[in-house]
C-alpha cells in the first residue's frame, strides 16, 4: 500500500497557529529587551483529538495530524513521546493511511519547534543524531517509520521536496511507495530501499529487512547523504533538512502504538569557534606574461574555500642592448583560508540583526598568509587589474589569469622601442604624428 503525503493543515487550523507564532514572537521581543528568555518547559501529560492539534513537548512538536480520515483519532502525549488511545479511522488500503501522529524537530509546514536549529543545509550541517523507543501492539495495520524532510530551500509552508522515510515496523499488507531498487548497509543494519513518487514530492523509503525495531539511535545525516545519490531530483548538498520526525501511519486500529522517547541533535550550523590555521608560504609555478600557477600547504581546522590576494608593486625598465627596453612590474599574492558561517534563517526572530553583524565576524575567521617576500614579476603594461578565474575550493593549487591587454605584449617580457635620434630629424608634422600614434608593439 502507498502512503500519500500528509495534507496540508486547513486555513483555520492555520489561523490558530498564526496566532500563537504571532504571540511567541511578542514574548521573545519583550524577552530580548529585558536580557532575559524564558525557557520552554517540557509538556505534561495531555489529550489532543483535534484534527491538527500539536502541543509543544520541550524543543520538540507533537500533533495529532489526522489528514487522511474523518475518524476520531486522540492522543496522550508525554515529556518527549505519545500513545495513539483512540483510532477510528481507516486509510486507503489501496494509497493513503488514515494518519500520521508524530513528535518532530524542526518544521512541519509553518508549525516550527522551539529553538529549531532547522532548516538547515546539508553541506554545513553536522551529523543529525537520533534515538527512539518504541511500543507495538499485536493487532492492526500501520508502520513505524521515521519521515525526514528536506527542501531545495528553506520554505517550510508547503510540501516539501523529498521525503525520506524509514520503516522501523509494519504490520499487515502495506509497503513504501515506489519499488525496491536495492539494499544498503546503515546505522549497522540492512535495509531494503525504495524510490518513487506520490505525485507531490518524490519519496525515497528505507525498509529494514530484519523487524521489528523497538529502539534505535543512529545518524539520520547518512541516510539523507544516501537518499541523493538515487537520482539529482532527490536533491543534493545544497538543500535543506526542514524537520525530522517519527511516529505511525495507522490504515486501520493502532491504539496502543506508542513513541516511549525520541531524541535528535543538529551538529554544526553555529560557525566554528576559533579560525583557521594560516596557510603555507606560496609557491610560484608556470610563470607567464598573463598568468601564474600558486601551491601552498593546506591550513589546519576548518576552512571552507580559499581566496587569492594579489598586490601590484612598483614597475621597473631594463635598457637592453639593440634600443629594447623591458618592463617588469612585481606582484604579489597570499592565499586567504576562511569558513563561512552559515546565516540565519529569514524566520528566524533578530534573524536580520544576526544577519548584518555575520559579514564582521567572518573578518575574524580569516586567517591571512603575510605577503611573501619572493617576488613574482609578471612583465606587462597595464597593471592593477582584478584577479580573474580564481577556482575556490580547499586544493592546494590555484591557476590565476590575468585579464587580456589592449596592447600587444610577448609571452614573457614587452619590448618598446624608441628611436629619439630618428623622431628628431623627422619633420615637425611626422614627429607630432608619432608622438599621438598609439603604438601597438616593436616598431620595425
Partial sequence: MEALPRREPTASS??????????SAAALTAATVGVSLAIAQPAQAATICEQYGSVVAGNYIIMNNRW???GPQCIETTANGFTIIQ??????????PASYPAIYLGCHYTNCSPNSPLPAQISTMGDVNTSISLTYPSSGTWNA????WIN??????????????????????????????????????SWQVWVGSNGQNNVVSYLATSLPITSISFNARDFILDAITRGSNFGNTSWYLTSVQAGFEPWIGGVGLAVNSFSVTVGGGSGPTSPPGTPGTPTAT????NSVTLSWAPSSGTVSSYLIERATGASS????????????????HRPVAQHDLPLPRAGDQLGRLVALLVDRQRDHLRRRRPWPQRRLHLPHRRV?????GVRSGAGPALGLVDPVHDRSQHEHHQLVERDHQRLRHQPDGKQRQLQRRRPRGPER
Avoid: F, K
Fill in 152 to 189: 531545495a530551500d528553506t520554505d517550510v509552508s508547503g510540501v516539501q521536496d523529498t521525503e525520506i522515510m524509514i520503516w522501523l515496523n509494519r504490520q499487515g499488507s502495506i509497503q513504501p511507495i515506489g519499488s525496491p531498487v536495492g539494499t544498503v548497509t546503515l546505522a549497522g543494519r
Fill in 68 to 70: 487522511g480520515s474523518d
Fill in 145 to 148: 517509520a521515521y519521515d525526514i
Fill in 286 to 289: 608556470t610563470v607567464t606574461s
Fill in 384 to 388: 592593477g587589474q582584478r584577479v580573474c
Fill in 317 to 332: 625598465h631594463v635598457l637592453h642592448p639593440g634600443r629594447h627596453v623591458e618592463q617588469h612590474v612585481v606582484h604579489r
Fill in 87 to 96: 483510532q477510528d479511522g481507516m486509510g486507503n488500503l489501496s494509497g493513503a
Fill in 14 to 23: 492555520r489561523a490558530r497557529r498564526m496566532v500563537t507564532r504571532i504571540a
